[in-house]
Nanobody, 124 residues
Framework: QVQLVESGGGLVQAGDSLRLSCAAS????????MGWFRQAPGKEREFVAA????????YYADSVKGRFTISRDNAKPTVYLEMNSLKPEDTAVYYC?????????????????WGQGTQVTVSS
């Protein structure tokens, strides 16, 4: 069992930066593939980024590639999402998720554990 708690959301202006954190608890939390998803009002939850348990491999949605960076610190264990050059279309609730898969995945169904979400609002 893994518990996830996100933090770091807020209201920012277009072009600003934010760093989201996801604190994981549970005996094997550091061994899980971790992902970030987001859900805007009236839209389905979509994949944003994922990182393997070692942190060696990452994958990003095209919409955030080059602007967002996912990283992890297994000693804590915590996963981060550094978001730069934010756009109004990045406005959403951001969710952290953990997967038992051996490799990253873009599918929500591959992630067994989810946090409660943190709101990110980007004004134009």
């Amino acid at each position: 069992q893994v518990q996830l708690v996100e933090s770091g959301g807020g209201l920012v202006q277009a072009g600003d930066s934010l760093r989201l954190s996801c604190a994981a608890s549970g005996r094997t939390a550091s061994t899980y593939v971790m992902g970030w998803f987001r859900q805007a009002p009236g839209k389905e939850r979509e994949f944003v980024a994922a990182i393997t348990w070692s942190g060696s491999y990452t994958y990003y949605a095209d919409s955030v590639k080059g602007r967002f960076t996912i990283s992890r610190d297994n000693a804590k264990p915590t996963v981060y999402l550094e978001m730069n050059s934010l756009k109004p279309e990045d406005t959403a609730v951001y969710y952290c998720a953990a997967s038992r898969n051996a490799w990253w995945s873009v599918l929500r169904s591959d992630y067994a554990y989810w946090g409660q979400g943190t709101q990110v609002t980007v004004s134009s």
